[in-house]
Nanobody
Framework: QVQLVESGGGLVQAGDSLRLSCVAS????????MGWFRQAPGKEREFVAA????????YYADSVKGRFTISRDNAKNTVYLQMNSLKPEDTAVYYC?????????????????WGQGTQVTVSS
């Protein structure tokens, strides 16, 4: 049984930073790509960032490039999302997700396991 558990969300002011964590269990972590998605009220779930392995270049949505950094620690079965220079438009529930390492990483449909989400609220 695969489980993904996010943490680290909260209420911050514009310009602040947060680091989200997602701990995975249930299958060999290093064999799978990890992604972060977010969903704001009334909007579709959107891709934020993904990493396929510790040695590959990460992928980012244009809206977060230069502000967010995704990383993974295979020894800890954990993926992180460091979010800097947060903006009110970053407010959303953030989800981590897991998929097989090959193939598309930007489409939510490609992911087969999801966490429960963590709320990030950025006030102006």
């Amino acid at each position: 049984q695969v489980q993904l558990v996010e943490s680290g969300g909260g209420l911050v002011q514009a310009g602040d930073s947060l680091r989200l964590s997602c701990v995975a269990s249930g299958r060999t972590f290093g064999s799978y790509a990890m992604g972060w998605f977010r969903q704001a009220p009334g909007k579709e779930r959107e891709f934020v960032a993904a990493v396929t392995s510790s040695f590959s270049s990460p992928y980012y949505a244009d809206s977060v490039k230069g502000r967010f950094t995704i990383s993974r620690d295979n020894a800890k079965n954990t993926v992180y999302l460091q979010m800097n220079s947060l903006k009110p438009e970053d407010t959303a529930v953030y989800y981590c997700a897991q998929k097989w390492a090959t193939g598309q990483v930007r489409s939510a449909d490609e992911y087969d396991y999801w966490g429960q989400g963590t709320q990030v609220t950025v006030s102006s």
